[in-house]
C-alpha cells in the first residue's frame, strides 16, 4: 500500500520561508509524477506545483513561481517544497499526491494517492 507522510508545515513570518517534505512508502515513486497542493479554508484544493518522474520538468502556478521549488529525491522516496518570501495568501494545508501518470496534470482526481496533510500558516 503507498503512503505519503508530508511534514515540514509551520508557523512563519511574512517574508519567511519553509521547506516541505513528502516521503513516500510502498510504491514505486521514481515512476510517479508527485504533485504539490493546498486547501485554503473554504476554497477548493488547487495545484502548486509538480515534477515529473525524472526530475527534468517542474510546473507552477503563477503565484508561487519563483518563490517556491519543487524537487524530489528518487533514491530516498521524497519530494520536497521549498517555499521562500512566504505570503499571508499561502497559508493552506498543503498535500502532496502521486500520479501514476507520466505526464503533467493538474487536476486533483489525476492522483492515485494522498498525504494527509500539513498546515502552513503565514502571519502578516
Known amino acids: 500500500q503507498v503512503q505519503l507522510v508530508e511534514s515540514g508545515g509551520g508557523l512563519v513570518q511574512a517574508g519567511g520561508s519553509l521547506r516541505l517534505s513528502c516521503a513516500t512508502s510502498?510504491?514505486?515513486?521514481?515512476?510517479?509524477?508527485m504533485g504539490w497542493f493546498r486547501q485554503a479554508p473554504g476554497k477548493e484544493r488547487e495545484f502548486v506545483a509538480g515534477?515529473?518522474?525524472?526530475?527534468?520538468?517542474?510546473y507552477y502556478i503563477d503565484p508561487v513561481k519563483g518563490r517556491f521549488t519543487i524537487s524530489r529525491d528518487n533514491a530516498k522516496n521524497t519530494v520536497y517544497l521549498q517555499m521562500n518570501s512566504l505570503k499571508a495568501e499561502d497559508t493552506a494545508v498543503y498535500y502532496c499526491?502521486?500520479?501514476?501518470?507520466?505526464?503533467?496534470?493538474?487536476?486533483?482526481?489525476?492522483?492515485?494517492?494522498w498525504g494527509q496533510g500539513t498546515q502552513v500558516t503565514v502571519s502578516s
Open positions: 510502498g510504491g514505486t515513486f521514481s515512476r510517479y509524477f
Open positions: 515534477i515529473k518522474w525524472s526530475g527534468e520538468s517542474t
Open positions: 499526491a502521486a500520479s501514476k501518470k507520466v505526464y503533467y496534470d493538474i487536476r486533483t482526481f489525476a492522483y492515485d494517492y
